[in-house]
């Protein structure tokens, strides 16, 4: 069974600060995408990436794709308050697995 | 346009009880799935379908029952229900299962008391 660990498990951090939350696997994506989930509501793709060492930009989110397609990160460039919510890497190979989630804190 | 729809929002049960979750989804897609989400945590896998008339289990599927009689609806059973089985329950679908985008439901949230 593949498992997706992401680090760290909180984040809390002020405006305008730089932060990266990363997913590992167990085993080789064959596609990663990146969710984010705000309270009370589902997740909602951001992104998906599927070839190692891709790179995806979406505004001041920017999205890796680890050479050997074992891992990820996402990047966040200035975070606004509007960033907080639990970002979920997910495998979307056969099915859809979740990873353990990153919940974000972002203070005015 | 309804996308995913989840029935009811809240629900109450008592140890022992039984109800079924309700999913429908409008867009015709061919993946369907039921995740759990604890307090604080990521969503945990619970049964997923491939296509009307085939489902398989995920990674939590002990205690829970689904079938896929149609494309739109992804029904989810509790038979007895225990307080292990307090949870925001999340349906999704998606169109298929490598790389593309799925699209979730609000959510029911159920208190087993």
């Known amino acids: 069974t593949q498992l997706l660990e992401q680090s760290p498990q909180f984040l809390s951090i002020q405006e305008g600060e730089n932060l990266t939350v990363y997913c590992n696997s167990s085993s080789v994506f064959s596609s990663l995408q990146w969710y984010r989930q705000e309270p009370g509501e589902g997740p909602v793709l951001l992104v998906t990436v599927v070839t190692g060492g891709e790179v995806k930009k979406l505004k001041r989110l920017t999205f890796q794709f680890g050479d050997a397609r074992k891992d990820s990160s996402l990047h966040i460039t200035a975070a606004q308050p509007g960033d907080t919510g639990l970002y979920l890497c997910?495998?979307?190979?056969?099915?859809?697995?979740f990873g353990t989630g990153t919940r974000l804190q972002v203070f005015p | 346009n309804a996308g995913v729809t989840q029935t009811p929002k809240f629900r109450i049960l008592k140890i022992g009880q039984s109800m079924t979750l309700q999913c429908t989804q409008d867009m015709n897609h061919n993946y369907m799935y039921w995740y759990r989400q604890d307090p604080g945590m990521g969503l945990k896998l619970i049964y997923y379908?491939?296509?009307?008339?085939?489902?398989d289990k995920g990674e939590v599927p002990n205690g829970y029952n689904v079938s896929r009689s149609t494309t739109e609806d992804f029904p989810l059973r509790l038979e007895l229900a225990a307080p292990s089985q307090t949870s925001v329950y999340f349906c999704?679908?998606?169109?298929?299962?490598?790389?593309?985008?799925?699209?979730f439901g609000q959510g029911t949230r159920l208190t087993v008391v």
């Open positions: 997910a495998d979307n190979t056969d099915k859809l697995i």
């Open positions: 999704a679908s998606g169109r298929q299962g490598d790389g593309t985008e799925a699209f």
């Open positions: 379908s491939v296509g009307a008339g085939i489902t």
